[in-house]
């Protein structure tokens, strides 16, 4: 048997690690390298955090990172994301202030494999991303973050493969612990009715029964986090020659409160050396809701001094609305599974393991509008005006005049005040009134929408299953030979919903004061010039019967075309030999492996459309879904992906490494839906654009589609490192790192002929007296110059653009790691304690189109500086990562693309461990100060072509003061 030459301390941390981690995959691989005669030696804190994490690193044989126990169990982390954020070539995503997304080497979680003890796991969200900022760190052993795949690695992605790790009671320590922490966020809470400040409690503990043959683990925790944010939005910006003006406003402040309990459990029964069996149980239960409140308009310039973005002058004809939206987040997850290995002999064992998760999640955002008074009920005159100044950062007011009604509610209309009733076309009828707009003629549909009720839910399941033979072979090249069967079977579905809010005794409105709804006193909007506004209960319009709802998705194609349900069965058989032998007098080990992939996946979901009643898929207006509407398609395909990973030992503690694999990670599921929409835009001046198959005037077609039949994306992968290990600890590495991206989903866009579109059987989606109409008032077309006198009938163009995914787009992606973990004592005895662990990864990607990966940054960096002495530690981390591409939640609920500005996220902690106090009772206590963003620059900002600000989030900085102690 190969034996390395690794120092002791890491062997024994290795063990350490290798026990507490799942007992699956990365434990067998690296503890069947340990040596016999390790002496005990214990390092706690810090470095022995970077200790255990490091000889998992040493002694796998394939390329990964780790963050062992002690990292996470000493970082009062609100969740395991920020812990992986700091990581070699990862890099943390901010959503509403907290780290939730995760990417590796470019690619964001969508595109990353994501295990809990070795097995997949689901997450919340519209795709196959996890949003790791659900699992708290009080649950949590380790990570492990493998960069090269292998045949037993069966959760994988082409970023790489995230395990996250819970406890095996059996080989940990006993223990009782209790942890209490409290949490202030500089970010003020603009809105009266919150507050900056949040709790977190925690319980755990591990013990042993019946001559310690049956262990159990348990940790129990409990968070209330507090997240205040400034929000600066725009629709986008105008050019009026060469002046730069917001097109519209999206300015609010933002409180919400995150509720997260969490439950993980694990029973192991281990009554001899031949049989191991381990049952665990997860439980997470969330609730993040709060609200938003501020000013969402078009905006009309009177005069504008100045050029380009730098510009200054007075907004007029304001019509503010105010918007008040309750934002509602509630989900559970729940996971389940049971895993038995059993030696067969002292050559052969076999292993199975079952598992069974479900997640749901209902998320609202409904809106409550209010203002001077309704759309159509208010001249000039009864108008504000507002004084601005514009730059690159965007617009900001200087002053205000007629607008004092927002700040009392005795005067604040709820109402809506702009003509946004345009949905509800379907429902004139409805509508009708004899009473008179101030331009004469009665109010109608488009005057009627006072809010929206906006939801949309998920659901998903998974179930595993696998059967695993593992054999010596004892040969003079292959030591061990593992084969086995995985089978997976995956459901999810999003129902996307949304219900038009008309006040009951529309055309009528009431004050805020006098519609029964509880008022918390204002909320500050200084920060943006816009004083302060009423801040009053919005769910309460829709809980006490003051909104009639209509439901949207028979209104609005979209909803439906957002509906859809998934389903997947993969079956994979796999293959891994694993080799040492001696090349040229050096030493050399590793596996190759490979897994055959069988996958059928379906999706079935509605194309949206206006029929003959002007009813989306409701010909019958039964308020039912029409069958002709329903969509099932789906795929059945094959792939094959070989793996190598090869590790040579040049020189004591010193290696070389080099790996080649194909991995895939399947396609986006908001992507492969079945559904679809078409829709239509009813501005006059599309309306009357002349019949153009090129559509090089413009069109008011649109129609957009999933495809049910996309394969997985597909990369072939290259991996070489270089490390070089220290006599004691520390050590530096070089990767580099290649993939050849042969499959990416791409959006193609086609101009079809919308009355008779060939992808759907030749569908005309014309419908009269909905798409044409007389018009009542003289156009001037302002594309082609064509006037078009009242009374005269006007049919639309037929030709349009139509938007799908595709499968077929390449790429590239080569990028280099540079890491050094550095106990500066190495350099002089004066300076034991002190060190150092930094990080620089740079990657050149793109797409044949010319288009961004998302969650790619072309640099990411990080450094922790620490000094730890007889119970006393201080660090200070630094992580940065430059521009990036995602995705967000835009309108309808649906997903749209966004750019990121880079970011830089500044965490320090001090902290003092009692361990070694003379009073007894204080040796369990440890006690801890971290504040996260403690900078304030982690704003999450977007910008347009122009570099000018579209969106930004501003969060503040968050510290934590954090009590543990342990019993025993």
Request: charged share 20%.
């Amino acid at each position: 048997m190969k034996t390395n030459k690794i120092f002791k301390p890491a062997i024994l941390s290795l063990a350490v690690s290798a026990a507490m981690c799942s007992g699956h995959a990365l434990a067998q691989e690296t503890s069947a390298k340990a040596a016999d005669d390790v002496e005990v030696i214990a390092v706690t804190g810090i470095r022995g955090s970077l200790i255990r994490a490091q000889a998992i690193k040493q002694d796998a044989t394939s390329i990964v990172d780790a963050i062992s126990a002690e990292d996470i169990g000493k970082l009062p982390d609100s969740s395991i994301a920020e812990s992986l954020a700091r990581l070699p070539g990862l890099a943390g995503e901010r959503v509403n202030g907290r780290t939730s997304g995760i990417s590796v080497r470019g690619f964001k979680e969508d595109f990353v494999g994501t295990s809990l003890n070795g097995r997949e796991i689901i997450g919340i969200g519209d795709n196959r991303g996890i949003e790791y900022d659900l699992y708290p760190s009080e649950i949590m052993t380790g990570a492990t973050i493998h960069k090269s795949a292998s045949g037993t690695l069966l959760t994988q992605g082409i970023g790489g493969t995230v395990d996250l790790q819970t406890v095996r009671p059996l080989n940990a320590k006993e223990t009782l612990t209790v942890t209490g922490i409290y949490e202030a966020s500089q970010a003020p809470a603009d809105n009266p009715d919150f507050d900056d400040t949040g709790h977190r409690y925690s319980l755990s503990f591990v013990e042993k029964f019946a001559d310690d043959t049956i262990g159990l683990a348990v940790a129990i925790a409990s968070t209330e986090s507090p997240n205040n944010q400034r929000k600066y939005g725009v629709w986008g910006y105008s050019d009026n020659d060469g002046q730069i003006t917001p097109s519209g406003l999206d300015l609010n402040a933002q409180s919400t409160s995150l509720e997260r309990d969490t439950v993980s459990a694990v029973l192991q029964f281990q009554p001899n050396d031949r049989l191991d069996v381990v049952v665990d149980y997860l439980n997470i239960d969330f609730k993040d809701s709060g609200v938003l409140r501020g000013f969402i308009e078009p905006f009309s310039n009177g005069t504008v001094t100045g050029s380009g973005v730098n510009t200054s002058g007075t907004q007029v004809n304001v019509n503010p609305v105010l918007r008040t939206d309750p934002l509602n987040k509630d989900g559970d997850l729940n996971a389940f599974g049971v895993n038995v290995d059993y030696a067969i002999n002292d050559d052969w064992s076999v292993e199975v393991d079952y598992a069974y998760s479900e997640a749901s999640k209902f998320e609202q955002r409904a809106e409550s509008y209010a203002g001077l008074g309704r759309s159509g009920s208010l001249t000039d005159a009864d108008l504000g005006t507002r004084n601005f100044e514009m730059s690159s950062e965007g617009v900001f007011f200087t002053g205000t005049s007629g607008l004092d009604a927002f700040a009392d509610p005795t005067q604040l209309q709820l109402t809506g005040p702009q003509v946004w009733g345009g949905g509800l076309a379907n429902l004139a009828d409805q509508f009708e009134s004899s009473v008179l707009r101030v331009d004469g003629n009665p109010f109608n549909y488009e005057n009627a929408q006072d809010g929206f009720n906006n939801f949309f839910t998920i659901d998903e399941e998974l179930t595993q299953f696998k059967l695993e033979l593992e054999g010596n072979l004892n040969g003079d090249v292959f030591q061990t030979i593992t084969l086995g069967l995985q089978y997976s079977d995956r459901y999810k579905d999003k129902v996307n919903s949304g219900y038009f809010a008309t006040a009951i005794d529309y055309p009528s409105s009431v004050s805020v004061a006098d519609a029964n709804v509880p008022v918390y006193g204002l909320t500050n909007l200084t920060w943006a010039g816009l004083g302060y506004v009423v801040a009053y209960d919005g769910n309460a319009p829709y809980d006490n019967g003051y909104y009639v709802q209509n439901n949207g998705g028979f209104l609005e194609p979209d909803r439906f075309g957002d509906s859809y349900v998934v389903e997947e069965e993969v079956t994979t058989l796999y293959l891994q030999a694993d080799f040492e032998t001696e090349l040229g007098g050096f030493e050399v080990f590793g596996n190759v492996g490979g897994q055959y992939v069988q996958t059928s996946q379906t999706s079935s979901g509605t194309l949206g459309v206006v029929g003959a009643n002007f009813r989306v898929c409701d010909d019958d207006s039964n308020a039912v879904i029409d069958a002709d509407c329903a969509i099932t398609d789906g795929a059945d395909y094959n792939h094959f992906l070989p793996s190598l990973n090869i590790s040579a030992e040049i020189a004591d503690n010193t290696f070389v490494r080099f790996a080649a694999s194909k991995t895939i990670s399947r396609a986006r599921m908001d992507q492969m839906k079945a559904s679809g929409f078409v829709k239509f835009d009813q501005n006059e001046q599309f309306i009357t654009l002349p019949e153009d198959p090129t559509v090089s005037n413009g069109t008011p077609w649109s129609k957009f589609a999933g495809n049910a039949r996309l394969n997985p994306l597909e990369a072939n992968n290259f991996d070489l490192s270089f490390e070089k290990y220290f006599d004691d600890e520390g050590y530096v590495s070089l990767s580099l790192f290649r993939k050849d991206l042969v499959n990416w989903t791409r959006t193609a866009r086609e101009i079809i002929d919308f009355t008779n579109d060939p992808y759907n059987g030749g569908a005309d989606y014309f419908v009269p007296g909905f798409h044409d109409r007389t018009l009542t008032t003289e156009v001037v077309n302002s594309t082609t110059g064509d006037i078009f006198a009242a009374g005269t009938y006007v049919r639309p163009p037929s030709f349009g653009f139509t938007e799908f995914f595709e499968d077929g787009l390449k790429g590239s992606v080569n990028g280099a790691e540079l890491t050094a973990n550095i106990p500066l004592s190495m350099f002089n005895e004066s300076l034991e304690g002190f060190g150092f662990v930094g990080s620089l990864t740079t990657i050149d990607a793109e797409l044949d189109d010319g288009s961004s990966i998302p969650g790619q940054s072309d640099d990411i960096k990080s450094i922790i500086a620490y000094y730890e002495n007889a119970g006393f530690e201080a660090r200070i981390a630094m992580t940065d990562r430059g521009e990036y591409t995602t995705y967000e939640r835009g309108g309808s609920n649906k997903i749209s693309e966004a750019s990121r500005d880079g970011t830089q996220v500044v965490d320090a902690q001090i902290s003092y461990d009692f361990a070694e106090s003379d009073v007894d009772y204080l040796k369990g206590l440890r006690v801890s100060l971290q504040g996260t963003n403690i900078l304030d620059d982690a704003d999450q900002v977007s910008r347009d072509g122009n570099g000018v600000v579209t969106s930004r989030r501003e969060f503040g900085a968050v510290y934590m003061l954090n009590v543990n102690y342990s019993f025993y």
